[in-house]
């Protein structure tokens, strides 16, 4: 399955749904952001694709708001994700997610277009942490 849409509920007065596009395909980490996603008092939803063709293909419909994008992915590169998201989509937050914590890496990812990296986190409240920090702006 391309994406799924975990949705946290949103509390009448709340601020607006955001969303955010994860392009990743390890289904322990992707399990990890929706479950990050449910924690976290605003409402929010998940848009997540786990190749490279999948998310090309969603670009073409629409932009996401926030974007974390993998760096290995099983058919290409999530530096070549961030160009093209970039391209499509110039307001979009852009952040490599990666577990390597290698300067190369961001250096190519920031020249890609992207805002920043960030470390896949060890456990459930890291990653909690880090999705309501991306959701908070």
Do not use: W
């Not at 596009?21 to 939803?45: H, P, S």
């Not at 997540?48 to 992915?73: K, M, Y």
């Amino acid at each position: 399955m391309e994406a799924s849409q975990p949705r946290a509920e949103n509390e009448p007065g709340a601020p607006p749904l955001r969303a955010l596009t994860l392009l990743e395909d390890d289904e322990v980490d992707a399990y990890m952001v929706g479950r990050a996603l449910m924690r976290i008092e605003a409402g929010c939803v998940l848009e997540r694709h786990s190749t490279l063709r999948g998310f090309r293909r969603a670009l073409r419909e629409h932009c996401p708001e926030i974007a974390l994008v993998d760096r290995n992915l099983p058919d290409g590169s999530g530096i070549d994700a961030i160009r093209d998201l970039r391209e499509s989509c110039p307001s979009a937050r852009i952040y490599l997610f990666t577990s390597l914590d290698e300067t190369d890496e961001l250096d190519r990812a920031i020249a890609a277009g992207a805002d920043g990296a960030f470390t896949k986190p060890a456990n459930g409240h890291e990653f909690a942490a880090l999705v309501l920090s991306l959701m908070r702006g």
